[in-house]
């Protein structure tokens, strides 16, 4: 209990500036809302009235918000780290109330846009054709669990991404920052590289076309605990 009371703080303590992780993101997403609704009455205008059918992700505007999730886990690390360590939270404890707001978050967007499909489905697009929270045909064609997966996973690898980099860079400067991202750049060339040498291509993209939303959110989720764990390792010596 006394762990997860700890754990209770460090969630407390991010979401003391409640403006990152609540107004902010609802502005962001009203806003692309806004944006591609007006790209789509432009079109409807075009097509004198008719609208079109299946058409998804007009100008791509509906990402956006997960985007923004890379900048709400750096400042997570630059605003809250020293007021962690000045309450005497353990690093490990700051890396886990971290991760398990960054779910917190990336869950509640994706249960967003989750309703926001449903009312989609339910009134054939706002009853203009329109399409925002089903993201893509990709999607429609999955129950809207399957986008959940996708989106949380998503949010999370992407904010835990930027959290990451602000680890490395608190504790290294922006040379180790740069150096480690170059490194990591390299081995993915060099693993493109093995790829095309060994004439893999074939069975790689057999591999993407077999990924349903689920498979492809997961393998994110992943990715998003390889950052957290990453984290850890840089923020153990990171000065506050």
Known sequence: ???????????????????????IPMVVVTATFCLSLALYMVLLLGLEGEAPRQLYGLGGFQFVPFYYAVTVGIQAMMYTYP??????????????GTTGLAALFAGG?????????????????????????????WFAQFGWWQQFIFLTGLCLMLFMAGFCCTT???????????????????????????????????AVGDWFLALTPAIAGGWMLVVAGAFSLGSYWSIRKAVP
């Open 83 to 96: 007021f962690a360590m000045a309450m005497s939270l353990t690093r490990r404890e700051y890396i886990n």
């Open 168 to 202: 490395v860079f608190k504790r290294g400067g922006a040379l180790r920052l740069v150096a480690e991202i170059t490194a990591w750049t390299m081995a993915a060339v060099g693993a493109i590289a093995l790829v095309t040498y060994l004439e893999w291509w074939p």
């Open 1 to 23: 209990m006394k762990h997860k009371s700890r754990l209770v703080k460090v969630i407390r303590l991010h979401l003391a500036n409640r403006a990152t992780y609540i107004v």
């Open 109 to 137: 967007l994706a249960l967003i846009y989750a309703i926001g499909r449903g009312i989609e489905e339910h009134t054939d697009g706002f009853g203009i054709g329109f399409h925002y929270f089903g993201l893509a045909e």
